[in-house]
């Protein structure tokens, strides 16, 4: 499986934009960038994927870059509630498009906002 | 709208003991079925994933075993818990066609004692 690389730590003030960037290297043509990011005690929330575009929605932008070597998920105005640890997962599909897609995580970022 | 429900949300279980933990997904029809591990302070581990019902892929060898007996319902079981299986467990599902994003239940925090 296509390994990611995130850092382990990001700060950020409440009200600014945060950037959380994700390395991906060894992505296949079939893998689907995805983010999820988890509260302690609770399982992980689903916040976005991609496969090359980029992407938005309500919760944020992922912007990937144009190798799919990288992407960067952008929370337009973080807030306390964002305080979160982020989790960038490629997920594989199988030749015929449908997906068996099997997530694994790394250890992900933890994503400080102060107030 | 899709809804995944997992229970118990905690559970204490003494060494040896069995173990069972449901998984039912509503709203949806042939999905794709995770089990996920977390120890304290770590990521999350695969432990199975199913297709369809009666089709289970282990990912790591361990003391836990997986069934699918309908469309939308996996467990988790164990026939005699170790120290090392407490966790918090989690169950996800995804749509079989396509690349969807995943929803995960809300969890069962397991200690054993």
């Known amino acids: 499986d296509a390994k990611t690389t995130q850092p382990n730590s990001m700060e950020s003030n409440e009200e600014e934009p945060v950037h959380l960037p994700c390395n991906h290297s060894?992505?296949?043509?079939?893998?689907?960038i995805h983010w999820y990011r988890q509260l302690p005690s609770q399982g992980p929330e689903y916040v976005i994927h991609?496969?090359?575009s980029n992407v938005n929605n309500r919760m944020a932008s992922l912007a990937i870059a144009e190798d799919r070597k990288s992407s960067t998920l952008i929370l337009h105005r973080a807030t306390l509630r964002d305080a979160a640890v982020y989790y960038c997962i490629l997920s594989g599909s199988n030749a015929g498009g449908t997906s068996y897609g099997k997530l694994t995580f790394g250890q992900g970022t933890i994503l400080t906002v102060h107030p | 709208s899709q809804t995944i429900h997992q229970w118990p949300a905690t559970l204490v279980q003494p060494v040896g003991s069995p173990l069972s933990l449901e998984c039912t997904v509503e709203g949806t029809s042939n999905p794709n079925l995770y089990w996920y591990r977390q120890a304290a302070g770590r990521g999350l581990q695969l432990l199975f994933y199913s297709v369809g019902i009666g089709q289970i892929s282990s990912e790591v060898p361990q003391n836990l075993s997986a069934s699918r007996p309908q469309d939308r319902q996996f467990i988790l079981s164990s026939k005699k818990l170790l120290l090392s299986d407490s966790g918090f467990y989690l169950c996800?599902?995804?749509?079989?066609?396509?690349?969807?994003?995943?929803?995960f239940g809300s969890g069962t925090r397991l200690t054993v004692v």
């Open positions: 060894t992505i296949s043509g079939t893998d689907y």
């Open positions: 991609g496969l090359t």
């Open positions: 996800a599902w995804t749509a079989r066609q396509g690349a969807y994003g995943y929803t």
